[in-house]
């Protein structure tokens, strides 16, 4: 198929879209169409500070291609902010009809040096209140006006430190994981309003990534990470309640899966211990789509 997805009069507010990501998701929607509002505090990669030029310059140069966004300041780490993010949608478009949670933050330390006790530096609370905590805020307004128009896409932006594990990011990887959950229950509620919640695992060289990529880096494009983005962001996209891997090119689905386990009426210690091998068999997994089909994954065990 040939036909160009476009975003004609789609409006879009992306977090943390004054750089990396975020912005190249918004250079590529507002060039088909999209009307975006680009969201970036300006802080630093561990959100200390603020810059509250990066948005604007981000919209001045969607302006420059002959496309159209405004910018919010506001932080996602609050109810406040994340209202106030929405409401800067509502004030210059009237509708949202796409949330991309892109913001983020980097505070890393290995687990066992991890600091969030009073007089030391919180290297865990912040990381959630942008990651996490900031997903809900901003996501949450707008899923009541997507929910009253009746259709709405929601793109989050998890890691694969968080899905499969990174040392020295116990804080982020919790996050990003969070994020997994909160997609999943997401779908669930969404369905019946037509609105269609995904993440992304994204592999780029961003400003948050510079210093751990390497060599690899100058394969890693961000832009590269932003067609998947529109694509789940737009009418045609077909999933939701889904985690993709994304980067350098390559697109992939990253699902839960769950194995048919081993059954015993009586299960005892030792019946799990002899049996592991049966418990740990990937042969004819199974793949539910939601709580009620992982608890069917039960039941012919009771017949």
Request: hydrophobic share 45%; aromatic share 8%; with cysteine.
């Amino acid at each position: 198929m040939s036909d160009q997805l476009g975003f004609d009069g789609k409006v879009v507010i992306i977090t943390g879209a004054g750089g990396g990501l975020g912005r190249q998701h918004a250079l590529l929607m507002a060039a088909r169409g999209a009307l975006v509002v680009i969201n970036d505090l300006g802080g630093a990669v561990d959100g200390s500070g603020s810059d509250k030029g990066a948005a604007e310059r981000v919209v001045d140069e969607i302006k420059a291609l002959g496309g159209e966004a405004v910018a919010d300041t506001n932080s996602v780490a609050t109810p406040a902010g994340g209202k106030a993010i929405v409401q800067t949608a509502l004030d210059a478009y009237g509708k949202v009809d796409v949330l991309v949670n892109n913001a983020g933050i980097l505070r890393d330390k290995s687990f066992h040096n991890l600091t969030f006790a009073e007089g030391e530096p919180d290297l865990l609370n912040p990381v959630l209140d942008v990651h996490l905590k900031g997903a809900f805020y901003v996501t949450q307004p707008a899923w009541v006006v997507m929910r009253e128009q009746g259709y709405g896409r929601i793109i989050s932006t998890s890691s694969a430190a968080g899905i499969f594990g990174n040392f020295g990011q116990t804080n982020y990887g919790a996050a990003k994981m969070g994020l997994v959950g909160f997609t999943r229950v997401l779908a669930v509620e969404g369905a019946k309003y037509n609105i269609k919640a995904n993440a992304i695992a994204p592999l780029a060289l961003t400003r948050m990534t510079e210093n751990i990529m390497g060599g690899l880096g100058d394969k890693l494009d961000p832009g590269l990470v932003s067609p998947l983005v529109a694509f789940l962001a737009h009418d045609d996209c077909p999933v939701s309640g889904q985690v993709f891997s994304v980067g350098g090119g390559r697109v992939a689905h990253v699902f839960i899966a769950e194995t048919k386990g081993f059954y015993q009426h009586d299960l005892t210690v030792e019946a799990v211990r002899d049996n592991w091998a049966t418990v740990t068999d990937q042969t004819g997994y199974g793949v539910p789509n939601n709580l009620g089909e992982e608890t069917a994954l039960f039941l012919p065990f009771f017949a």
